[in-house]
C-alpha cells in the first residue's frame, strides 16, 4: 500500500521547484490547513482544502522603501548644434533671430555688436549611469491571517480506519511508486500487488458409478487345461491258483579265468652279416642349403646359398606339437603375455650328424641329419632342400645353422661360422597388452530391463582379447586399438575388476573406451577381454525392437521377452536389417528373412499355459526386419515368449 504525507510549512520555506515542476505543500495552523502549489516561477497557487477555500487574509502592510540606490551620475548630454549666425546688421541691432540650434559663429560684425541669442535647448539626458542598482528594501512583515475558510481538513484512512483527520504533508512511498506532473496537475502512479499464493487443491471428488460391463467377446474358447497328475498306484492283486511255471532260463557263463604267467623269453638269435657299404655321395651342393631368413607379418622368409628364395605364410601352419617344428618361430601364440613354453624350442647344439634340440621344459630330442653312412627316417624333413645329401664330400658349414634361442618374441640364430641374425614375431597383440592365458567363450547370455519388462538375449560375438585396462573408482577405461565403438554400445567385460559385466559403453576415443562398473577389484590389468553385444532399444507391451553393436559379429540366437501386463495383439518385432554378419539374418528381401520359431506362455497364474494360438506372421512385400507376434497375446496378465533364431 503507497501512503502519502504531507508537512505543515510556509510558502516561504518551499523551494521554487525546476522549470517543468510544481511543489505540493500544506500551509495553516493547525485544523485550517489549506493544500498549494507553487510552480516554477515562484507563483504559489491555492489548491484548497475538502469543503472549500477559506477568505483570503489582509495583505500586509508595504515594507519600508529601500535606501536609494548608489549609481553613478549619467555623462552629460552632447551639446546642442550652434544656431546659424544672423546676417550682419546694416547699422542699428538686427531683431533677435528664432531660438535654435546655435548657428556657426558669424564673422564679426562690421557693424556694433547684436544682441545675443537665446538659450539653446538643453540637450538629450545622458544614459543612465553604470552603477549596479541598490539592494531591494526588506519584506515587509506579514498580513494577518485571513479567516478559516469554510472547507473541512483533509483526513487520512487505511482499510476504513482513520489515521489523521488532519493531514500536515503528503509524501508518495513504496516499491514502484513514483509521481509526475503535467503543468500544475499531478500524477501519482501506485503499481498492484503481486498475486496471491495459489489455495490448496480442492478434494478430490468421489469415483462414479462403475460402467456397465462389455459383452462377452468373440474369440474362440482358450486352449484345453493341462492334464491331471497320474492317480496313485492300485494294491497289488492277490496270488492267482494255478500251477507252477515253466523252469527259468540257466544262468549266464562265469567270467574267464586269469591269464597264466608268461613263459621265459627264448634265446637272442644270431646278429645278421653287415651290409655291404654305399657309394661315395657326390660333393654337397649347398646352394639349396638355408643361409639366412626374415620375417615380415605373416610371412616367414628363407634364403638359400643359391640366393634364392621362399617364403612360409604362418596363418596357413597347423602346429600339432611343438616337438615337430622346424622353428621356434612357429610356435609362439599372439599377445605377449603368459605362454605354456614347456613344448617349445630353447637352443639347439650339433654333434657330427646329430642335431640336439632342447624344448623349454629341458628335455631333448635328437635328429640325424640323412647322409649315406648314417641315415634315418625321411618323417622328419619338412622339406628336401633342409636334408644333407650323399657323405664324403666337402660341405661349407659356416653358412649352416647351428644353434637357436629364444627372448620373449625374438629368435636368435646362430651360424657355423659364429655369426647370428635375428627374428622378431609379430605377436599382434590388439590393445598392447599381456597375452591371452584363457580362451573366453564367445557365446554370452544378458539381461535388460524396462520397467517392469525384461529381455533376455543369447548371443555370440567377437572376442577382443589380451587387453589393458584401468580404474578409477567406477570409471573402467579399457584400451583397444581401433575399436570401432560408439556410446550407448554394450559389452560384456571379461578378466578385469569385475568379470563378465553386461554395461554401456558412456565415452569413447579413438583407442579406448569407458563403462560404469563396481568400486571394487583390482586398478589395472593387460589380460582383459569383451565382447560387443546386441541391446534393444525399444521393450514395451506393443513392440520390441533390436539394435545391433556399431561393430562386432554378433550374431542373435535367442531371445526371451516378458511383458507384465500383456493387453496388445498383435505386437511387432524388429530386427536389424541387412545384417547377416552382425544382428539376427539379413533379413532385407523375402529371400533373406529368418522367421524365429515363436512359443507364448500365459504366466499370471499359479502354472503356466503354453498360448497355443501364438504363431509369428511378416509381409512378404516390405518391411523384411520387421515381424508380428500374434495369436491371443494380450491375455491382459503377464506373458513370456521366447524366439528362436
Partial sequence: MAQINIKINSGSDISTPVSGTAAVFASGSLGSEALYLKNASGTILSVGSGGGSGVQGAQGAQGAQGAPGNGAQGAQGAIGAQGVQGAPGAGAQGAQGAIGAQGVQGAPGAGAQGAQGAIGAQGVQGAPGAGAQGAQGAQGATGAQGSPGAGSAITGSYT????????????????????????????VYIPGGATGVQGAQGAQGAIGAQGVQGATGAGADGAQGVQGAIGAQGAQGAIGAGADGAQGVQGAVGAQGAQGADGAQGAQGAVGAQGVQGLAGA????????????????????????????????TTLQITSASYATTASFALNGGGGSTDTGSLLTTASISDATVTFTKGDASTFDIEVNNVTSSISASYATTASFALNGGGGSTDTGSLLTTASVSLNTITFTKGDTSTFDITVNTGSGGGGGGVSTIFDPIVRYEYTSGSDVGQFLSSGTVYAGLSWSRSTTTLTVTSTSHGLSSGDWVIIRNMNQDYLHAE????GANSFTVTCADSGGASGDAGAYIPVLRPSTIEDGAITIVAPTVGTSQLLSLMIYINASETDPKTLTVPSNAITNGAGKNNSLNSRIPASFDAYSVSGATSSKIGSATITFSTSTNHNVYSLAGGTDTFGAIIMTLQF
Fill in 160 to 187: 476504513g480506519s482513520l489515521l489523521t483527520d488532519s493531514i500536515a504533508s503528503i509524501n508518495w512511498t513504496g516499491s514502484g511508486v513514483y509521481a509526475s506532473n503535467s503543468g500544475d496537475a499531478i500524477t
Fill in 283 to 314: 660333393t654337397q651342393n649347398t646352394g639349396s642349403l638355408l643361409a639366412t631368413a626374415s620375417f615380415s607379418n605373416p610371412n616367414l622368409t628363407f634364403t638359400k646359398g643359391d640366393a634364392s628364395t621362399f617364403d612360409v605364410d604362418l
Fill in 505 to 508: 559403453i558412456t565415452s569413447t
